[in-house]
């Protein structure tokens, strides 16, 4: 089969397509033929090499981790789903026409692979941020890069759970942003001062990592109502810096739930072939996305 991998740590060029061999699915894992594959700021995080002390890996490495297709193997231990069912959950190395799985959902009636690969990671990632801060309906999310991947979703399961939310994003994108249901207003000389115009601050999501944590923190009054996924300078500032994890397995149950109410979308800002994962990963780190980039195999 053929997949993306890199045997150095560095820039998009590392990322070569290779020919290797079908993986097997282990205890509790599931073997899908890829459709589609999201693209995710980690993914380049990784290949760069600044997840190494967290979360280490061995080169030759594949690269990405969320992935939409069909079963067509399933390992040992697993129920519930069939060989050919269609869906979209997270793995590892699914830049590749074969990928494992390790959690997973039924995609939604209707939904396309390419717009099923965009939701795992990001959902997750969402609901815990919203959970980390302990924010609360009726209160007010700030969200720095909220016309992102991480930052559309959190904008949308927040007001589906009633708490009001700003955005910070490029001018391009306020009504992107007013269009979720978010007050918006763009980055910049200035930006604390316009965010204070909309409503006091209760909570903030640093999904950008422009270097505005101390900022952050004075408009919360407390750091430990501050979460980054992005600035690994935070923790200094006594901010926690969100690594992957939480449970997929209920975060794709809440998004399935979402998508059928008509209270979630993370629409599709440009797809790449396999071939072209160095181009997706150099745009995704280039920022100032709507929505979500995608690999379709």
């Given at each position: ?26 205890t ?29 890996i ?6 990405g ?40 959902a ?39 890069g ?7 979703a959190?904008?949308?399961?927040a ?104 209270q ?34």
């Amino acid at each position: 089969m053929k997949k993306i991998s890199f045997s150095e740590f560095g820039g998009p060029d590392v990322l070569q397509l290779s020919e290797t061999v079908t993986p097997e699915p282990g205890t509790g894992q599931i073997r899908i033929a890829v459709r589609a594959a999201g693209v995710n700021p980690v993914d380049w995080r990784v290949r760069e090499g600044q997840r190494q002390q967290t979360h280490p890996i061995e080169l030759p490495s594949g690269t990405g981790q969320d992935a939409s297709g069909i079963v067509d193997k399933l390992g040992p231990g697993v129920k519930g789903v069939s060989v050919g069912d269609p869906v979209f959950g997270r793995g590892f190395e699914t830049y590749a026409e074969s990928a494992i799985l390790t959690s997973w959902a039924a995609i939604p009636e209707g939904m396309p692979f390419e717009e099923a690969a965009g939701y795992p990671s990001v959902v997750e990632t969402a609901i815990r941020a919203i959970h980390e801060v302990g924010v609360t309906p009726g209160q007010t999310l700030l969200i720095n890069g909220a016309s992102g991947g991480v930052g559309s979703a959190t904008v949308q399961i927040a007001r589906a759970r009633d708490i009001d939310v700003i955005g910070l994003a490029g001018a391009a994108n306020q009504d992107y942003l007013r269009d979720l249901g978010a007050k918006a207003t763009t980055y910049g000389q200035g930006w604390m001062g316009r965010v204070q115009a909309l409503g006091h601050v209760d909570a903030a999501l640093d999904a950008s990592g422009s270097g505005i944590i101390a900022e952050l923190v004075t408009l919360t009054g407390a750091p430990e109502r501050v979460v980054t996924i992005a600035d690994q300078s935070a923790p200094p500032l006594g901010v926690r810096f969100l690594a992957v994890g939480g449970d997929m397995f209920a975060a794709l149950a809440e998004a399935r739930h979402l998508i059928a109410k008509g209270q979630l979308h993370l629409p599709i800002e440009k797809t790449y072939p396999l071939a072209a994962a160095a181009a997706a990963q150099a745009d995704s780190q280039a920022g100032h996305t709507r929505g979500r980039r995608v690999i379709v195999i």
